[in-house]
């Protein structure tokens, strides 16, 4: 028959930091594994107190049966700290036993540990997973001298996100010895190699080299190479800019932009290229411009009739004149007359003018407003792109017959129409200055009045 209670017949204790750790020993223990007695014990209670006197003591935790035996480990905050302890058994029965020790002031006085862990004591297995977060972690308490060198390596960052940087600015001179720089590593990206140059790329493959300075002036290069299709398209205007190259530099041979090509028969053009003889917007240093289509701007009065393919004559009528020499801009309306002197084109684009539009010729705007001009331009006229060099089309009737390969072309009796110039005509001056294009293909016409779009090479004068 089992005993009605156990009994507690030895314990100790020992200090750790915030910590005390009790071993106890019971009767039950003693009779061995598989006895009644054994089967009996529930747990054994464990009170402490801060003075050696039961009678103010407290229950703090209960210890239970392990393959240790019966050990417990009790929380006590504190550097140096002792506790005085008394133990119960309790049975499943819920019987307690004797108090061990049995005297009310003879308890187990045991101290927590008066240091912390000594240095390089504490490895990765004290340390449980997670445990050191980011409230363990004071501001600014990781610090240079608190990580060796290389110690930060590929394999302890998993993920360099974003949001793991603050903003911030990096003011060391920094020199790159390494692998290339890249914000991507494929399609659209820019890049910075350990040789200095800043390379931008796109889907299509490389784009570009931009390349440092040289003495006196800067200048920017873009070295084409293998692009399957257009290296880019630069949108200008005065109110949004998205490609602003700029060259403040006085002399007479620098240059703003410089594009070249590398390949065998490749050019170079320059862009803003001042020289001794006078500027230019576009310079072709190397090679040559094509395809080439010179088109002029032009105003045509609104109730003016005028479309694409159509020939156009001055009107005398100049609208502005460029700060310098040149450029101007002038009202246009159809050729009505064979043989006009006047003519000035072939309309290629006509669209409604809003004065937001900067042309060459006019006034600049102001802080994205208009002024007076481009008012008024706005309200009386449609702009007019127009032909003038270069190959393209042209509309001709047949009222100057069928037209063959290299027949020179003028204005017609037919508005806006072009007609073959008869062959046998007696060329003078004057009526070399009547010349729009010259036919590149032959053409039938059925009727005097059929209209056909033929092309040709524009020789305006």
């Known amino acids: 028959m089992a005993q009605d209670v156990v009994n507690i017949v030895s314990a100790d204790a020992s200090g750790g930091v915030n910590s005390i750790t009790y071993n106890i020993v019971t009767d039950a223990l003693l009779a061995g594994a598989g006895c009644l007695d054994y089967e009996g014990l529930a747990r054994v209670e464990i009170h402490l107190a801060s003075s050696n006197n039961r009678g103010a003591a407290t229950k703090v935790a209960d210890a239970y049966v392990s ?3 019966v050990q417990r480990t009790v929380p006590v905050v504190g550097l140096g700290v002792t506790r005085y ?13 004797d108090w061990f020790p049995s005297s009310p002031t003879g308890g187990i006085a045991e101290t927590t540990s008066n240091q912390v ?39 302890k960052i998993t993920d360099l996100s974003a949001d793991k940087l603050t903003a911030g600015e990096i003011t060391a ?6 692998p290339t720089i890249r914000t991507s590593v494929s399609g659209v990206r820019a890049e910075m190699s350990p040789t200095g140059s800043f390379l931008v790329y796109s889907s299509l493959g490389q784009i570009g080299s931009f390349s440092g300075v040289s003495a006196g002036f800067t200048v920017l290069q873009i070295d084409k190479t293998n692009v399957g299709g257009p290296v880019s398209s630069f949108v200008t205007s005065y ?28 050019g170079i053009l320059r862009v803003g290229y001042s020289s001794a003889a006078g500027g230019y917007a576009a310079y072709a240093a190397s090679g040559a411009y094509g395809p080439f289509t010179g088109a002029h701007d032009g105003f045509i009065a609104k109730m003016d009739e005028g479309s694409i393919g159509e020939i156009v004559i001055s009107t005398g009528r100049v609208i502005a004149r460029g700060t310098g020499i040149d450029n101007t801009v002038l009202q246009l309306r159809r050729a009505e007359s064979r043989g006009d002197r006047r003519v000035f084109g072939v309309i290629t684009q006509r669209g409604i003018f809003t004065g937001s539009e900067d042309i060459a010729a006019l006034p600049l705007r102001r802080f994205g407003g208009m002024g007076t001009v481009h008012r008024y331009l706005a309200t009386k006229f449609d702009r007019l792109t127009v032909n003038g060099l270069g190959e393209g089309q042209i509309l001709v009737c047949g009222r ?7 027949d020179l072309i003028w204005a017609s009796d037919m508005p806006g129409k072009g007609e073959r110039v008869p062959p046998d005509t007696q060329m003078t001056a004057g009526l070399l200055g009547a ?6 293909e032959s053409v039938a016409f059925t009727d005097p009045d059929q209209v056909k779009l033929v092309a040709c090479t524009y020789h305006v004068s």
């Open 67 to 69: 393959a240790q035996g």
């Open 85 to 97: 302890a008394w133990f119960r058994a309790v049975t499943m029965a819920g019987n307690a036993g």
């Open 117 to 155: 862990p000594p240095d390089n004591s504490v490895g990765t297995p004290q340390i449980a997973d997670s445990a050191v977060t980011t409230a363990k972690i004071g501001d600014a308490q990781i610090t240079t001298a608190k990580i060796g060198n290389a110690q930060i390596t590929n394999a």
């Open 173 to 178: 001179s920094i020199t790159i010895t390494g």
């Open 239 to 266: 109110d949004s800019i998205a490609s602003d190259f700029r060259n403040n530099n006085a002399g007479s041979s620098s240059i703003t932009a410089q594009f070249i090509n590398t390949q065998s028969g490749g």
């Open 400 to 406: 100057g017959g069928d037209i063959d390969n290299g």
């Open 435 to 440: 010349i729009v294009a010259k036919a590149t």
